[in-house]
């Protein structure tokens, strides 16, 4: 499967081109794609400080993850902003995050991306019930 980075821009115009809203489109084909997807909403936005670390890294992937598939071009700086953290440290999250096992590798060294393992939405759902 071959992934291409769209702009919001480039997103909105092929919204209105098939005669959707964007953003409903692209949230429809994400959730069909990853079924966790709806359960990040349901994350905290401020990190979760002296807990779990496992659960801190997992839940800074997930929304990491969402960013990149949002199309979101500074991905790091996008979850740090949402999580009131600077920027190094969810850079430094997401690379903990692939050597926990809980994001996959990019698909090229220096660029975003990656999936969430089996493990990371393990610990998600744990979070959210």
Known sequence: MTTRRVSAKDGAAAGERLG???RGWLEERAQRWVPWYGAIDKLRSAPAGQGNRKRR???TAAL???AVADGVL???E???KIQGRPAY???DDIYAARQAGLLTPAPKQGRPGGHL???AIDIL????E
Do not use: P, S
Request: charged residues 30%; hydrophobic residues 50%.
């Open 20 to 22: 959707e809203d964007w």
């Open 57 to 59: 890294l997992a839940e």
């Open 64 to 66: 990491y993850v969402r």
């Open 74 to 76: 500074a991905v790091n």
């Open 78 to 80: 996008h979850v740090a």
């Open 89 to 91: 440290a969810v850079r």
């Open 117 to 119: 393992t089996r493990a």
């Open 125 to 128: 759902k744990g979070a959210t």
